[in-house]
């Protein structure tokens, strides 16, 4: 073999290594690609593929989530999910069962693979309930509209303002309750001094505290939402 033909050979191999490499760092890769508290209570979990060592990544984050906050459910964010992994599915929807907390799972059109499995085994364990966009890979219980052009966007930082392109993105919201009065505790004052029913000793002006971040995200909201709902009904009604 002369010294030019065996080049080839050495280029080719190296790039046979190159790849391997690479495929190894993508498999070693976390399958939990965030976890965070929403709205002072709320778990998120989100989930880049499904693959082994999910369930346990899922168990550690909840441990730390759990140190110093009192959850009240948690939101699975299955979008732009994958895997190829059926039987760690299978292991991550029991150990998210066990929990028996609310469940929201959120899913979109680019829910693929083991990723669909895991949220078609926690719809039939009936642990949790499926938020998304119509169409998405799964079916969802609660459909909600979103603006294509902002689903990304708001994937990436729920807190985004939507665009500003002429297509008008449903608003997120927090406001799980909207049937109660948030006239302000000021608001209040005014009104009974207004209509002659004033304090002996008026409290003093209640200073505003920095504003609450808003997640706009729509399909995250309503998850956030629907979970912190019921927790208000299980603390009235435990």
Do not use: C
Not at 58 to 81: M, S
Not at 83 to 108: E, F, M, S, Y
């Amino acid at each position: 073999m002369t010294r030019h033909s065996f080049r080839p050979s050495i280029l080719a191999l190296a790039g046979l290594l190159a790849a391997t490499v690479l495929a190894r760092a993508d498999v070693s890769s976390p399958a939990l690609a965030k976890s965070e508290i929403l709205e002072s209570n709320v778990a998120y979990l989100r989930v880049s593929h499904v693959a082994a060592g999910l369930s346990d990544e899922i168990g550690v984050a909840n441990g730390a989530l759990t140190t110093t906050n009192q959850i009240a459910g948690t939101v699975l964010d299955l979008r732009f999910a994958d895997g190829d992994d059926a039987a760690a599915a299978t292991v991550t929807a029991n150990r998210l069962a066990a929990r028996k907390l609310p469940l929201a799972i959120l899913v979109n059109d680019k829910t693929r693979g083991a990723a669909v499995t895991l949220a078609t085994a926690l719809r039939e364990a009936r642990t949790g309930l499926i938020f998304g966009p119509a169409p998405a890979a799964v079916k969802p219980d609660i459909a909600i509209e979103e603006n294509p052009a902002d689903e990304k966007k708001f994937f990436e930082n729920p807190y985004a303002a939507p665009a500003t392109n002429g297509v008008t993105a449903l608003p997120g919201t927090n406001d799980f309750l909207p049937w109660v009065d948030h006239t302000s505790e000021a608001d209040l004052v005014r009104a009974k001094i207004k209509d002659g029913d004033e304090f002996e000793n008026p409290p003093p002006p209640h200073a505003a505290g920095p504003q609450k971040p808003v997640i706009r995200d729509p399909v995250l909201a309503r998850a956030v939402d629907l979970i912190k709902g019921l927790a208000i009904v299980r603390e009235f009604h435990p």
